[in-house]
């Protein structure tokens, strides 16, 4: 059974910082590209960021220069340091685990989310 756990979440200040992290059970963790995804309120889900299996790393835009996102394979960890926090951020933060099978095939996984506050 494939399990993707999130912690880290919480209610932080403008300008503050928060750790996220993702515990993998169930998967061949190495292999697999994770990504931290985020929806706000009334919004889409969107990509946060992706680490490959080798440790290349994309960002959207808006998290560049303030999120960092780092694996541990031997932990079969995720993390997303998040700094320089905006009330913008305000979103419930998904874990990702997503293996490309080829042929148009692939495993894709979710964790429940952690939702992250960012206010005053």
């Known amino acids: 059974q494939v399990q993707l756990v999130e912690s880290g979440g919480g209610l932080v200040q403008p300008g503050g910082s928060l750790r996220l992290s993702c515990a993998a059970s169930g998967i061949i963790f190495r292999l697999y590209v994770m990504g931290w995804y985020r929806r706000a309120p009334g919004k889409e889900r969107e990509l946060v960021a992706l680490i490959t299996s080798g440790g290349s790393t994309d960002y959207a835009d808006s998290m560049k220069g303030r999120f960092t996102i780092s694996r541990d394979n031997a932990k079969n960890g995720v993390y997303l340091q998040m700094n320089s926090l905006k009330p913008e951020d305000t979103a419930v933060y998904y874990c990702?685990?997503?293996?490309?099978?080829?042929?148009?095939?692939?495993?894709?996984?979710w964790g429940q989310g952690t939702q992250v506050t960012v206010s005053s």
């Open positions: 990702n685990a997503r293996l490309e099978l080829g042929a148009g095939s692939y495993r894709n996984y």
